[in-house]
Structure formats: C-alpha cells, structure tokens
C-alpha cells in the first residue's frame, strides 16, 4: 500500500523562490510548515492509501488520459490564505485560470471514476501550497505580505507532463516520489 497523488511538477524561477524565501523570514517566528521547493507541484487528485493493482490501473488511466492531450502553459498568479485571516491554514500561490488545466483536471478525474477511484466532490481549485500554518502570531503581517502579490503574475509553467506520486510521510516533511510519468502527447 502506498499514499499516492496525481501532479504537475512545478519548478521555482526567481520570483517564485523569492516569494518563498520573504515569507519564511518574515514569518520566522511563526510556526509554519513550509514546501521544500523541490517538493512544489500542483495537486490534480489526492487518491490516499492505495493498493498496488489499484496503482496500475491508475497508471493505465494516466497513459490514456494524457496521450493526444497536448502540451500547455498556464500561470501562477497571486498569493494568498486558505482558510481565512481569523483561521489560516494554507499560505498559497494562485493559478491565473486556464481552460487547459481545467480539462486535464477533468478528463484525469473522470478517468479515475470511470475505473472505480473515490474522488474529492469539491471543486477543483488550482493553487500551489507554499506553507502549513500551524501557528501565526500575527496574521495581519502574513496577509499584508501576500497581498503584495495580489494580482502579480509570479511565472509562467510549460506542462509537458503528469506524474504520478508516492507521499512518504517523515518527521522532517513529506518526501515525494515519482512512481510514474505520463507525457502529454499530441
């Protein structure tokens, strides 16, 4: 049994890595989990626990699914907080909407129903996690920051591929592991 999830693998450039690196001295006195930035992707579906036949089947599905899809781009845009400023949990990166990503998301988790996956009923809302607040002494200070970067369009992602991963949990953070690529061909 492995913890798995389906992602596009995101690269920082400077401004990304920049906007990380301010917000972790800003928020040094805080406690806040933060994203190795070779950890960063984009979450297409979180499937858990999952059996190894299962994870074949996944992968079958992936190769379906992506092959004839295509290529594309699409930008991050924006940063924010999840939940909200009286209870933040999640320090974000937003996507500038892309009809692309959206049907990717789609034609992924329609694949994983179709083979008998439970999948999240909630909308899809493309973000890239930066940070797990777990205590914030001041969030005024973290809000303002991040609404520096309001409407900035931090960088753009070429997405030629999805990946699917392995989430090993240790004490020290999350180790991701690729146990599958899947090329967006034409």
């Not at 994983?112 to 999948?119: A, E, I």
């Not at 991963?165 to 690729?178: A, M, N, T």
């Amino acid at each position: 049994m492995k913890r798995i999830f389906i992602a596009l693998k995101i690269d920082p450039v400077t401004k990304l890595s920049g906007i990380l690196h301010s917000l972790k001295s800003l928020a040094a006195e805080d406690k806040i989990t933060w994203v190795n930035p070779v950890n960063i992707h984009l979450t297409i579906a979180f499937l858990g626990d999952t059996e190894e036949d299962r994870i074949k089947i996944a992968g079958l599905m992936l190769k379906r699914a992506c092959s004839g899809f295509g290529e594309f781009t699409f930008t991050l845009k924006g940063a924010g907080l999840f939940k909200n400023i009286r209870d933040p949990r999640v320090i974000w990166i937003g996507i500038e909407n892309s009809e692309m990503l959206l049907r990717l998301n789609e034609k992924i988790v329609t694949g994983l129903k179709d083979t008998g996956f439970r999948v999240e009923e909630r909308p899809f809302k493309p973000h890239i996690t930066l940070g797990r607040i777990k205590l914030l002494k001041n969030p005024e200070i973290l809000k303002s920051a991040l609404d520096k970067y309001g409407e900035d369009e931090i960088q753009k992602v070429n997405v030629k591929e999805v990946i699917l991963f392995e989430s090993i949990l240790r004490p020290v953070g999350p180790i991701y592991k690729p146990i599958g690529w899947f090329t967006l061909s034409r």
